[in-house]
Nanobody, 121 residues
Framework: QVQLVESGGGLVQPGGSLKLSCAAS????????MGWYRQAPGNQRELVAS???????NYADSVKDRFTISRDNAKNTVYLQMNSLKPEDTAVYFC???????????????WGQGTQVTVSS
């Protein structure tokens, strides 16, 4: 079994900052890419940022220069530092990890349960 547990969401004023964390636990052999997605009411889930096991990051245009993704491979944890938050960043944020549970096994994608981020005055 594999679990991804997010934390760090909440209510913040426009212009403020939040840092999300997501820790993967369970039967894990290796983790490839990890990422953050978000879904606002009435919208499809969209990629916010992703990071490879070597630290190469990719961002949605809407969050470039405001959000920073990082990871601690020793802790199987990925972070999302969100600065200069805007009301349009309001959404449920989901953590994702592509991982193997054994040597030579297939890569499967796992999701966290989501954490609410609300940007409002």
């Amino acid at each position: 079994q594999v679990q991804l547990v997010e934390s760090g969401g909440g209510l913040v004023q426009p212009g403020g900052s939040l840092k999300l964390s997501c820790a993967a636990s369970g039967s894990i052999y290796s983790i490839n890419a990890m990422g953050w997605y978000r879904q606002a009411p009435g919208n499809q889930r969209e990629l916010v940022a992703s990071i490879t096991s070597y630290g190469s990051a990719n961002y949605a245009d809407s969050v470039k220069d405001r959000f920073t993704i990082s990871r601690d491979n020793a802790k199987n944890t990925v972070y999302l530092q969100m600065n200069s938050l805007k009301p349009e960043d309001t959404a449920v944020y989901f953590c994702n990890a592509d991982l193997k549970q054994r040597f030579g096994g297939r890569v499967y994608s796992y999701w966290g349960q989501g954490t609410q981020v609300t940007v409002s005055s």
